[in-house]
C-alpha cells in the first residue's frame, strides 16, 4: 500500500502532546515480534516503517490526535507493550505510531470487576487487584509487558483460557471505550455482543481508550512441569486435566519431544527423548491433581510456588508463544502453524498429526476452551523450507481434523482467528470512515489476499457458533 502522508500538517496539530520523527527511533517502534515469528511475513514487515512516533498522555490527547489524523488524513498504528507476532503492530502506510503505555491507570475494581486504561500492563492490573484475592482470568504469556489494549485489540486467548476460553466468549470482555477517528471525534462505549467488533480487529476500527474486564479468583498457584516418556501419552493427560472440573489450573501446556531440549530454562528439568507437560494447579487441589499424575505414569520434575520455579522466570513464560520464542533463540529456523483441534475428537486428530509430522521437530499445543468446547491449539515444530511447505503442512493438519488459522498473514480476515461480517464493515466505516487506523489490515475487498504477504495459503479459519441473533436471521432468510 503506497501512501503519501503529510506528517508536519499532523504534527503541527498536536501542540504539545509528545512526538518524534527520528528515523532510528521511529524503525524501533514499527517493529513488533512478527518478523521472529513468520518468515513469510517477515520479508514484507522489515521494509514497513512509519513516519512519526506519538505518546498521548491522557484522553484529551488521544481526541487530538484522532482529529489531527482525520484532518490530514494521517494513518494510525496503535501500539502498546510491542509483543504481538501477526503482524498487528506493522504499519503497511507508514503513518504515525501511537504508543498508549502513558495511559496506563488502573481505574477502578468492584464487584468482581476491572476497569483500566489501555495501556494498563496486564501484571499491574492484577498487582492491583489481587491484594482483594482476584485476578485477570485470561493474560497472555507476554504478561509483564503487554498491555490490556493490546492484548483485547490483537490476541484471543492465553493463560487462563484452559478454564474461561477466548477473550471472544461471552463474558470475557465487558466492555470498552472507544474514540472514533473524524474531525471532531467520538467517545463511544462498546457492550455486550458488540465488544467482538474491535477485539482482534489489530486497533483498525478505533482507538480502544478503556476497558472493563472480569476477574476470577486468586488462588496460590504452584508451577508443575509433568515428564511423560511418551509424546501421546502427555497429551492424553493434558486431556485428563483439561476435563478434570474438580482441579483448578490456570495453564496446560503440551511440549512434544525434541523441544524441552531446544528451550534452555526447560532443557534441565526434562529429560532427553521425553515429553513435558507445564501445568498451574491451585495450591490445595495438589493431591488429586498428583494421583492423576500417578495414573497416566508421569512424573514430577518441578514443583515450585508462583513464580519460584528453578528456571527463575514465570512458567508461563515457556508457554504459548514464548514456547516459539525460547526454541528460537537457539533454533531460528524452526516455525509453526496455528491449528484448532477440538472436542470430541481432538485425540484423535492430534494423534493422526503426530503420526503424519512425527519426523520434524515436535509438536506444542496449549489447552484451551473454545466457543463451549474443549480443544488444543498447536502445529508441529518444523525448519522453514518455503511457502508451499508451509501450506502443505496446514493441508495435512486440516485433513488430520484439525481448523487452521493462518498465522503467516497481515489480514485479519484471511488470518482466520476472527469471524468477520458485514457488521465488522459497517462499524469499521462508522469509527474510522477515512481508513486511517491501521490501513491494509481489516480489509473487505476481494484482492487483499492477492496482495498481502501470506493471504493466499490455505486456510479456512475457525468456525464459530452463530449468536442468536444470527441464528434467527438465518432461520427467517
Not at 498487528?88 to 486504561?117: E, H, S, Y
Not at 481434523?401 to 498473514?409: E, F, L, Q, R
Request: charged residues 25%; proline residues 5%.
Amino acid at each position: 500500500m503506497t501512501r503519501t502522508n503529510d506528517t508536519q500538517a499532523f504534527l503541527g496539530l498536536l501542540g504539545d502532546i509528545p512526538a518524534d520523527n527520528d528515523p532510528d527511533i521511529v524503525r524501533r517502534k514499527s517493529r513488533d515480534m512478527t518478523a521472529n515469528f513468520s518468515p513469510v511475513m517477515r520479508r514484507d514487515a522489515l521494509e514497513r516503517v512509519a513516519d512519526c512516533y506519538v505518546q498521548p498522555r491522557n484522553q484529551d490527547d488521544v481526541l487530538r490526535i484522532a482529529s489531527a489524523a482525520a484532518r490530514t488524513r494521517m494513518p494510525l498504528m496503535m501500539r502498546g507493550g510491542g509483543t504481538c507476532n501477526f503482524g498487528q503492530g506493522i504499519p503497511l502506510a507508514g503513518g504515525a505510531v501511537i504508543d498508549m503505555t502513558a495511559l496506563d491507570q488502573v481505574l477502578w475494581t468492584r464487584d468482581q470487576r476491572v476497569r483500566a486504561q489501555a495501556g494498563a500492563r496486564l501484571l499491574a492490573i492484577d498487582q492491583a487487584t489481587r491484594p482483594e484475592g482476584w485476578e485477570l482470568r485470561i493474560h497472555s504469556s507476554t504478561r509483564k509487558v503487554a498491555t490490556l489494549g493490546g492484548f483485547v485489540g490483537g490476541g484471543h486467548a492465553g493463560v487462563g483460557s484452559c478454564v474461561y476460553g477466548i477473550l471472544r466468549d461471552r463474558g470475557n470482555i465487558l466492555g470498552m471505550q472507544v474514540v472514533s477517528v473524524e474531525d471532531e471525534p467520538r467517545i463511544v462505549e462498546v457492550r455486550g455482543d458488540d465488544v467482538n467488533l474491535v477485539h482482534h480487529a489489530y486497533g483498525a476500527n478505533g482507538i480502544i481508550t478503556e476497558l472493563e474486564m472480569p476477574l476470577a479468583p486468586a488462588w496460590a498457584w504452584r508451577e508443575v512441569v509433568v515428564e511423560f516418556a511418551e509424546f501421546m501419552t502427555a497429551v492424553k493427560f493434558a486431556h485428563a486435566l483439561a476435563t478434570s472440573d474438580g482441579i483448578v489450573k490456570k495453564l496446560v501446556s503440551v511440549i512434544g519431544d525434541p523441544i524441552p531440549q531446544m528451550m534452555r530454562p526447560l532443557r534441565p528439568h526434562v529429560a532427553p527423548g521425553r515429553s513435558a507437560v507445564l501445568c498451574m494447579i491451585a495450591q490445595p487441589l495438589m493431591e488429586p491433581f498428583e494421583a492423576l499424575v500417578r495414573d497416566f505414569k508421569g512424573c514430577i520434575t518441578v514443583d515450585a510456588p508462583e513464580l519460584q520455579g528453578p528456571y527463575r522466570i514465570p512458567l508461563y513464560e515457556m508457554s504459548w508463544g514464548h514456547t516459539r520464542m525460547h526454541v528460537n533463540r537457539e533454533h531460528p529456523e524452526i516455525v509453526s502453524n496455528v491449528g484448532l483441534y477440538l472436542d470430541p475428537d481432538l485425540v484423535g486428530a492430534i494423534e493422526r498429526s503426530h503420526k503424519r509430522f512425527g519426523h520434524l521437530s515436535g509438536m506444542h499445543f496449549e489447552v484451551k476452551r473454545f466457543d463451549g468446547k474443549l480443544s488444543f491449539q498447536g502445529s508441529p515444530f518444523f525448519k522453514f523450507e518455503s511457502d508451499a511447505q508451509l501450506a502443505q503442512i496446514m493441508v495435512g493438519m486440516a485433513e488430520d481434523g484439525a481448523m487452521v488459522a493462518n498465522n503467516h498473514t497481515f489480514l485479519v480476515k484471511e488470518g482466520g482467528m476472527k469471524s468477520v461480517d458485514g457488521a465488522d464493515a459497517k462499524f469499521k466505516h462508522t469509527m474510522d470512515p477515512h481508513d486511517l487506523m491501521n490501513p491494509g489490515k481489516l480489509r473487505f475487498d476481494t484482492q487483499a489476499q492477492e496482495e498481502s504477504a501470506g493471504g493466499t495459503l490455505p486456510s479456512e479459519g475457525w468456525r464459530f457458533r452463530q449468536t442468536r441473533a444470527e441464528e434467527d436471521s438465518a432461520l427467517h432468510a
